[in-house]
């Protein structure tokens, strides 16, 4: 009997001492690669700002405390440091999570761009989300996007990816929260 006991806390104590090991290898990687990661986040996000915002040279942060899927907005400025637009980084929630993307709106309250920084969506499906067949639909619309299942779109709606109406929906919300942000703005 007192042989199962010191097996069970000897085995005990090993898993312990593994445990705090890993614990502390995973600790001191983290420490070591999150300036990096966070440095490469932030070029992600300019990079998605210049390509949704072309025109735009210097980006510069708002305060903004719309709330919501709103997380971040950005005036845009050209050489002769002229407003010529917004981008907005919003994050609506589609069928695999968070969707964080960067939507462009031009001064005249219309999209130029919409770029997905990251998403967790299923392959194949709603990950079509960030190829350029469906985000170029949302180019020149204006506020109260729509989206249509089937048939042509009309001009305030975009069609869905084929079985990923969800992610569909969550990136129209988006761009729609975007829109609705930047109008606030004025």
């Given amino acids: ?74 005036e845009g400025k050209n050489e002769d440091k002229t407003v010529v637009g917004h981008c ?17 709106i031009d001064t005249d309250g219309k999209v130029t761009g919409v770029d997905i920084v990251s998403m967790s969506e299923t392959p194949g499906l709603g990950a079509k989300a960030n190829e350029p067949e469906f985000t170029n639909g949302f180019i020149g619309k204006g506020a109260g996007i729509k989206v249509r299942k089937s048939g042509a779109p009309n001009d305030d709606e975009i069609s869905a990816i084929s079985g990923a109406t969800v992610t569909s929906k969550a990136v129209t919300s988006g761009v729609n929260a975007a829109i609705a942000a930047t109008e606030s703005l004025r």
């Fill in 88 to 104: 907005v980084k919003v994050e609506p929630i589609g069928y695999g999570g968070a969707i964080s993307m960067i939507v462009g």
């Fill in 1 to 74: 009997m007192k042989e199962n006991i010191r097996s069970i806390i000897k085995t005990g104590a090993i898993l312990l001492v593994i445990g705090f090991v890993c614990t502390l290898l995973l600790a001191l990687c983290n420490s070591m690669t999150k300036d990096r990661i966070a440095s490469l986040a932030a070029s992600a996000e300019q990079e998605a700002m210049s390509s949704t915002l072309p025109i735009a040279d210097k980006f510069v942060k708002l305060k903004y405390d719309g709330g919501g899927i709103v997380t971040a907005v950005y």
